[in-house]
């Protein structure tokens, strides 16, 4: 048994519902307490209200898209300045502005999603919360 | 009187034959649809077709007699213009022998300014051995290029899409493999497996062709910043030692000491070197050898990367198509299913990007050996 002295909540932004799921399931199995959004819009709401550890965030998605969802997060308060935030997408780095964005906020990170594992992703995000 | 009356009769005949040849000749050039123009030895034109006034704007009168590298200026995509001595006429005309660099557009400036993709072919006008002039013709190549771009486009977009489900099976798969969802039997697991397998292999295709479609599209971005190569061989090793000791392959690695930093982008280095070590493991055989050095060139001040192996080599025959999109060797199709055919091609996009160069020496069933210099004029010191 790995004792631990706090439950991390991750909060996943994410449209496509078996990409969701599977997160989802991955992380209850890990001992993560986890809140789901299906657009950046709803997204944003749940982010400021429950105020999880991470934020690990899909781009391209309808309502809102995940760039915008972290502009507006980075406007608010000093939580929502400072939650690191995992973008997991597909896209590649061709767009070199939305790289340049997300190369200069310093607690945000890109992933692409079908390089990463789940298990590969549960260390990473380990990682990144334990640095906070 | 019959003599002169026949001389006349033939002079006019001789005089129709060389009007009607000169309609023929006429009616033959203006039915060409590519841009034609003559240039004497100085360079100066002395005939334009009707497809050239319409190509660059300017009237047949208009430019007669004039230097034709003043009246049709070329520049490269980015807008610098070609100089005279560059300009493949004028190296034509000196008698230089030019190849025609196809990969290399250039456009053509009309006279309202604007400008076209052109591709040209320029060929010496010679008399009794001596070049006396020089004929072009040129075709605009817009629609070729935007057709090249869809396309390309395209192959971005399909492969973007096909990442995500991809990602799906991927993690559904890893979660069936993981027992998350109960128990698998060995043979449920290992069919399992060889499902995870095929989807990772599809992964590193869409990859792959990303790479290729971000290069063709020039949207690919070099990073460079100084890097210790000697780690970034060593870390690409670890990540294939699996394959390595699988075929259980002698693997030696030896470089000099005093190798220092170099102004490379790490990630795009790092892609030659898997490329690289991963085509040697891939076809070399059980229990062979491969060696991978690296050796400073304080002189030339290059770096040179140097893998070879004992493998099954490079088909003479095809030695010159290894660097082709898409091309695989048939001494390996056989062998080796696994192959896109893309690896060389990126490898070498990038090394001529980075301004180093890329070359092989190989024979078939004796090995390959790959070499890659990288310059190293500024250096910085560890």
């Given at each position: 048994m790995i004792l631990k002295t706090k439950i991390s909540t991750i909060l996943i932004?994410?449209?496509?519902?078996?990409?969701?799921?599977?997160?989802?399931?991955?992380?209850?199995?890990?001992?993560?307490?986890?809140?789901?959004?299906?657009?950046?819009?709803?997204?944003?709401?749940?982010?400021?209200?429950?105020?999880?550890?991470?934020?690990?965030?899909?781009?391209?998605?309808?309502?809102?898209?995940?760039?915008?969802?972290?502009?507006?997060?980075?406007?608010?308060?000093?939580?929502?300045?400072?939650?690191?935030?995992?973008?997991?997408?597909?896209l590649g780095a061709d767009d070199e502005k939305m790289m340049k964005e997300i190369s200069e906020d310093k607690l945000a990170f890109y992933l692409v999603k079908s390089d990463w594992s789940l298990d590969g992703l549960v260390i990473k995000i380990r990682e990144k919360i334990s640095l906070i | 009187?019959?003599?002169?009356?026949?001389?006349?009769?033939?002079?006019?005949?001789?005089?129709?034959?060389?009007?009607?040849?000169?309609?023929?000749?006429?009616?033959?050039?203006?039915?060409?649809?590519?841009?034609?123009?003559?240039?004497?030895?100085?360079?100066?034109?002395?005939?334009?077709?009707?497809?050239?006034?319409?190509?660059?704007?300017?009237?047949?009168?208009?430019?007669?007699?004039?230097?034709?590298?003043?009246?049709?200026?070329?520049?490269?995509?980015?807008?610098?213009?070609?100089?005279f001595n560059e300009?493949?006429?004028?190296?034509?005309?000196?008698?230089?022998?030019?190849?025609?660099?196809?990969?290399?557009p250039f456009y053509y400036i009309r006279k309202d300014k604007t400008r076209f993709p052109a591709s040209s072919i320029v060929n010496p006008i010679l008399l009794?051995?001596?070049?006396?002039?020089?004929?072009?013709?040129?075709?605009?190549?817009?629609?070729?290029k935007e057709i090249d771009k869809a396309k390309t486009e395209f192959v971005s977009l399909a492969s973007h899409q096909l990442r995500t489900p991809l990602s799906t099976i991927s993690w559904y798969t890893e979660m069936l493999l993981a027992g998350d969802a109960g128990k698998l039997n060995s043979e449920q697991a290992k069919y399992l497996d060889e499902v995870y397998k095929g989807n990772q292999r599809m992964i590193s295709l869409v990859n792959a062709l990303l790479s290729v479609s971000r290069m063709d599209l020039g949207t690919f971005v070099l990073e460079p910043e100084p890097t210790d190569v000697v780690s970034l061989v060593k870390s690409v090793v670890i990540e294939?030692?699996?394959?390595?000791?699988?075929?259980?392959?002698?693997?030696?690695?030896?470089?000099?000491?005093?190798?220092?930093?170099?102004?490379?982008?790490?990630?795009?280095?790092?892609?030659?070197?898997?490329?690289?070590?991963?085509?040697?493991?891939?076809?070399?055989?059980d229990k062979g050898k491969i060696k991978i050095s690296l050796i400073l060139d304080n002189k030339k001040k290059t770096l040179l990367f140097k893998i070879s192996d004992n493998g099954y080599g490079i088909p003479k025959n095809q030695q010159d198509k290894i660097f082709t999109?898409?091309?695989r060797a048939d001494n390996?199709?056989?062998?080796?299913?696994?192959?896109?055919?893309?690896?060389?091609?990126?490898?070498?996009?990038?090394?001529?990007?980075?301004?180093?160069?890329?070359?092989?020496?190989?024979?078939?069933?004796?090995?390959?050996?790959?070499?890659?210099?990288?310059?190293?004029?500024?250096?910085?010191?560890k």
């Open positions: 932004v994410e449209d496509e519902v078996s990409l969701r799921n599977a997160l989802r399931d991955k992380f209850i199995r890990k001992g993560f307490k986890i809140l789901l959004a299906k657009d950046g819009e709803a997204g944003l709401i749940i982010a400021v209200q429950e105020q999880p550890d991470l934020i690990l965030l899909d781009i391209i998605m309808p309502k809102m898209n995940g760039m915008i969802m972290l502009k507006k997060l980075r406007q608010g308060n000093k939580w929502s300045k400072n939650v690191p935030v995992v973008l997991l997408s597909n | 009187m019959n003599v002169h009356k026949n001389k006349i009769k033939k002079n006019i005949l001789k005089e129709f034959q060389s009007l009607q040849k000169k309609a023929l000749n006429e009616a033959i050039l203006s039915s060409i649809g590519d841009g034609l123009v003559v240039v004497d030895k100085e360079g100066r034109i002395t005939y334009v077709n009707q497809a050239f006034e319409k190509m660059v704007g300017w009237k047949s009168e208009e430019v007669l007699g004039r230097r034709v590298v003043e009246v049709v200026p070329r520049e490269s995509e980015k807008g610098e213009v070609v100089l300009r493949i006429l004028t190296k034509v005309l000196s008698g230089e022998v030019v190849i025609a660099d196809l990969t290399n009794g051995g001596e070049i006396i002039g020089v004929v072009e013709t040129f075709r605009d190549i817009t629609k070729e294939q030692k699996p394959q390595i000791d699988r075929k259980k392959i002698k693997f030696s690695f030896e470089f000099e000491k005093n190798i220092p930093l170099i102004q490379v982008d790490p990630k795009l280095l790092s892609m030659v070197v898997q490329n690289l070590l991963s085509n040697s493991v891939k076809y070399t055989v999109k898409l091309f390996v199709r056989g062998k080796d299913t696994e192959g896109t055919g893309l690896g060389l091609y990126i490898v070498k996009a990038i090394i001529d990007s980075s301004g180093g160069k890329v070359y092989f020496e190989s024979k078939e069933d004796e090995g390959t050996t790959f070499y890659v210099t990288l310059p190293c004029n500024s250096l910085i010191k």
